[in-house]
């Protein structure tokens, strides 16, 4: 039994959504959800809303309590970019790109 969720163009870097991802990689939904909610980290605000959907999808569809689930997956891919320009000295411009994520976890018992 295995419930997921996604969650896609989130205006986060992949890069700096994976350290959060990295510090739940594995564990049960309980503790993770705690260990969200005391990181100091904007990834693992939107990671939380990505996990709770999941955990929310487990429970409808297969009935188990939050308490048995733990993460089986949890990705941070790579999104679209949105490239912008800045301007800089004696006419030249330097680029700058926003990235974008796309979340999935996987809750299972």
């Given amino acids: 039994m295995e419930a997921r969720a996604k969650t896609k163009y989130v205006r986060i870097s992949p ?3 994976r350290l959060a991802a990295d ?3 594995g564990m049960k939904v309980e503790e993770a959800f705690t260990q969200l909610m005391f990181s100091n980290l904007k990834g693992g ?3 939380q809303k990505t996990l709770n959907s999941a955990v929310a ?3 409808t569809q297969f009935s188990v ?3 048995d689930l733990r993460i089986k997956e949890i990705r941070v891919d790579e999104g679209p970019t949105m490239k912008r320009a800045k301007s800089k000295s004696r006419g030249g411009r330097v680029p700058i790109m926003k990235r974008m994520s796309h979340f999935t ?4 018992t």
């Fill in 65 to 67: 309590q939050r308490r």
């Fill in 45 to 47: 605000r939107l990671l």
């Fill in 23 to 25: 510090l739940i990689r």
């Fill in 57 to 59: 999808n487990a429970e």
């Fill in 105 to 108: 976890v996987v809750v299972g």
């Fill in 15 to 17: 890069r700096k959504a």
